[in-house]
């Protein structure tokens, strides 16, 4: 058992606020964290918006990173990011920490303590999924449960060693739990969108058992545990696989496009359909990304004005299929093939869009870009790049989606190459900003749209 220390306040010292421990040792272990999106600016402010005990030597915290005020209690969120931390904190410093390892305070109501990352901890992982197997209330915090799906006790933890965007822990092979790092007001589609295809009866997607929440400073989700998809590969891994054997993939890029269509019609009878899409809107839409991408990566900027014409070209398409909750950043890492089957993972949307826009109704096409997209991606990890490869599963892919949904999507030209370009100007962003070496990925296809135009 850690040695931990209580954080009540201690007789001797008047309550203070533990960011005056804390502020200069996250400041400089933020940044290098994956999940932490401001790489690309320096961390100049930290404020606190809610620490509370979860259990001894445990602290959760939800730290606002940027400038601006911390609001007042019940006041809207302040702009910049939120994230969830879970801190252990004790007196004397363990050799057994290694990586979880953040520091120690040197000043304020914690000076002199230890301070490491509670999730790479297992004795705190532990006790969280405690919190978690029955409802229950920590300060702010509301752990909520599935009465008809009970998690066991004692199942032994394991931090997932992935690129993520954020964190997530695996219990005995049975559970996974996912922290969400980046934190925004309201329900997070991850929990909203799997507990409603659960309802509709969906086996493509693992239902959640139980989540938390915080209710200050706003209602946020904070975590959701759900069965563990045993012996699963993700879509990714066997797709690099296939092309290392020179394997085909064109009879599992079929099932996963059939998947989709799956996930696509239960998603649209859980949801109530909004208001229609409107292709001249997203357009603009579109536009202002790629301009604001364009002000932040010098190396799209010579593309601009190929790419403006997917977009211009948009606006003059028929309607295609009506808008509707989707999955929002759909690609090969967010599938598991267990069995025979496919599915489907990881319904946040993608990370950098407020929650609202992530929430809201969008054209199917988009989530199928997003898999072309990553067809893409796959083939050019090996050299020479493999074209024909990624051709082959596009087309397979399109006609599994089709012979489920009943309309095809390589019959919307241009919609899919609207729809291609804005996932690809995402990717640039998003590669610029998280892994700098994978830019050239999605540059070969901002040329090849901007260009081409195919
Ligand atoms: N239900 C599950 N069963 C098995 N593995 C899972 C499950 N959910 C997620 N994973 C694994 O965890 C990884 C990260 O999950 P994901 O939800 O995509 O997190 P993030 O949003 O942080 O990227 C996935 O790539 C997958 O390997
Ligand atoms: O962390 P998430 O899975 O929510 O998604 C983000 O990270 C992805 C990379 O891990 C990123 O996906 C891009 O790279 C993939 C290969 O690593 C590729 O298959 C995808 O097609 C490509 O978009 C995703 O864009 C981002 O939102």
């Known amino acids: 058992m850690p040695k931990t220390a209580s954080l009540r306040p201690r007789p001797a010292a008047p309550p203070a606020d533990p960011m005056v421990s804390l502020g200069g040792l996250l400041r400089e272990w933020l940044p290098r964290q994956r999940w932490f999106a401001g790489k690309d600016r320096p961390v100049t402010d ?19 990173t940027g400038h601006g005020p911390v609001p007042a209690p019940g006041g809207s969120p302040p702009a910049g990011d939120c994230y969830q931390l879970l801190l252990g904190v004790r007196e004397r410093p363990s050799p057994r920490l290694g990586r979880a390892l953040i520091g120690q305070a040197q ?33 702010p915090l509301r752990f909520e449960c599935d009465p008809l799906r009970p998690v066991p006790a004692g199942l032994v933890p394991r931090l997932l060693d992935a690129e993520q965007s954020n964190t997530s822990l695996v219990y005995g092979d049975e559970f996974i739990l996912k922290l969400f790092r980046r934190i925004q007001p309201g329900v997070n589609p991850d929990l909203e969108v799997t507990s409603a295809l659960a309802r509709q009866g969906c086996s493509r997607v693992p ?6 929440r915080t209710t200050h400073p706003y209602g946020a989700t904070l975590g959701v545990l759900q069965p563990f998809l045993h012996g699963a590969s993700d879509g990714w891994t066997l797709a690099l696989d296939a092309l290392s054997a020179g394997d085909d993939f064109t009879a ?16 649209a009878s859980a949801f109530p359909a ?28 010579p593309f601009v004005p190929g790419l403006r014409s997917a977009f211009a070209a948009l606006a003059t398409c028929d309607a295609g299929p009506p808008a509707q909750r989707i999955h929002g950043d759909l690609h090969l890492g967010q599938v598991l093939r267990a069995g025979r089957d496919w599915f489907v993972i990881d319904f946040e949307g993608e990370p950098s869009r407020p929650l609202a826009e992530r929430r809201s109704d969008h054209s199917p096409v988009r989530d199928i870009a997003g898999m072309l997209r990553s067809f893409d991606y796959a083939a050019r990890q090996r050299r020479p790049w493999r074209p024909e490869w990624a051709r082959r599963c596009r087309e397979a892919y399109c006609a599994g989606y089709a012979a489920r949904a009943g309309w095809d999507p390589r019959k919307k030209h241009g919609l899919l190459r609207a729809y291609e370009t804005d996932r690809a100007v995402y ?18 296809a901002i040329e090849r749209l901007a260009v081409r135009g195919d």
């Open 427 to 444: 990717e640039v962003l998003y590669e610029a900003r998280h892994r700098p070496d994978w830019l050239p990925v999605p540059m070969a």
């Open 46 to 64: 930290l404020g606190l918006l809610s620490t509370t005990e979860v259990f001894p030597g445990c602290l959760h915290l939800l730290v606002q």
């Open 207 to 212: 239902t959640p058992v139980a989540w938390f």
């Open 252 to 267: 599992q890029a079929r099932e996963l496009g059939r998947a989709t269509a799956d996930v696509h019609l239960a998603l």
């Open 274 to 301: 909004g208001t229609p899409g409107e292709n001249g809107q997203t357009a603009t839409g579109m536009a202002e990304r790629l301009t604001s991408a364009a002000h932040c990566v010098p190396a799209l900027r």
């Open 107 to 139: 000043e304020g109501p914690l000076t002199g303590l230890t301070v490491y990352d509670a999730l790479q901890d297992p004795r705190s992982a532990q006790l969280l999924l405690e919190r978690l197997r029955h409802p229950g209330t920590a300060g």
